[in-house]
């Protein structure tokens, strides 16, 4: 997991420690914790796989219904003799262990960006003296502050973005200071367009195509749309237009999905992208949030939805 982790967003991950506790109750239960709090739970059945339910299921299963504890979706604890026929009636079956590591993993991922520390910032930045010496010498020429650099690595890793172009990166940061100054939605912006690649790698389909909802212009374009608070861009929309857009959201995904698309949100503004991203954190929802600005040429994007 932690090698597949540093292939694909470039960051080594901290030591995770396993202890085995009785007391919990119901028995199979685990938590995950991040930092010493609890970031995810769930609850496996010793002797037992799970069944999950596809677009494909063509009938019930006669076994005790079950929930994934990494996504939600149903599914039945079944036997092993029973593996068969839940293939064959369209159902997903996984064992025990596979859902626990494939459960941390996503946890590990979603939460990356806050085990991201100072020094472990530095000792990326000292990683490029043999090879990108020159970026040092910038870096403390320019007075680039640590904590901006962490702030932009950790923004990029929250919405599941590669680091492992470190040198463009950090050019990126270092040319978007001249722009932004330490404005961190700023430089990140800045640097989102310089790796607009492998933003857009990983926001493609299978088909190598971007399947993207956009916003109506009376939604995105008014000036007063979006507000610029130390907490960095946020909506200055009243609860019925947000309930509105999450409910659409919500559902655009869900139909995508059904199809076998993974979609985003494609955005006109930058500080709009930063602002839709923030809400949709609030509600809990994953999506991939792009600005027409980091699409790179060659990409294909195809419009599925408008949103407003």
């Not at 596809?54 to 996504?71: C, G, H, R």
């Not at 064992?95 to 590990?108: A, K, Y």
């Not at 472990?120 to 040092?136: A, C, M, P, R, Y």
Request: glycine share 6%.
């Amino acid at each position: 997991m932690r090698k597949s982790i540093i292939t694909d967003l470039g960051i080594n991950v901290p030591g995770i420690n396993f202890k085995d506790n009785t007391s919990f109750r119901p028995r199979g239960r685990y938590i995950i914790r991040i930092k010493g709090a609890k970031a995810a739970e769930g609850v496996l059945k010793s002797g037992y796989l799970l069944a999950l339910k596809t677009p494909n299921v063509m009938a019930d299963l006669d076994a005790e219904p079950a929930k994934d504890p990494i996504f939600g979706e149903d599914g039945y604890w079944i036997l092993e003799h029973m593996v068969q026929d839940a293939q064959m009636k369209g159902y997903q079956v996984l064992e025990p262990l596979s859902i626990l590591i494939t459960h941390l993993d996503v946890v590990v991922r979603r939460n990356l960006h806050e085990l991201i520390q100072r020094q472990h910032v530095k000792d990326l930045i000292q990683s490029l003296e043999t090879d990108n010496g020159v970026l040092l010498e910038e870096i403390k020429k320019k007075e680039i502050d640590l904590s901006l650099v962490q702030n932009v690595i950790k923004q990029l890793l929250k919405e599941g973005i590669s680091i492992r172009d470190l040198p463009t990166i950090i050019e990126g940061i270092i040319d978007g200071k001249e722009i932004y100054q330490n404005h961190v939605d700023g430089v990140t912006a800045f640097v989102r367009e310089c790796i607009s690649k492998v933003i857009c790698e990983s926001a493609k389909n299978p088909d190598g195509k971007i399947y993207a909802a956009l916003f109506a212009d009376s939604i995105e374009l008014d000036a007063d749309v979006v507000n610029n608070s130390y907490q960095g861009y946020l909506l200055n929309w009243d609860l019925d237009l947000e309930t509105r857009v999450v409910e659409q959201v919500q559902r655009v995904f869900k139909q995508a999905r059904l199809m076998g698309r993974e979609p985003v949100l494609l955005t006109r503004r930058k500080d709009f992208r930063f602002a839709i991203v923030r809400l949709l954190e609030r509600y809990q929802i994953e999506a991939k949030v792009l600005c027409i600005s980091e699409l790179a040429p060659e990409i294909v994007v195809d419009q599925i939805a408008y949103i407003e």
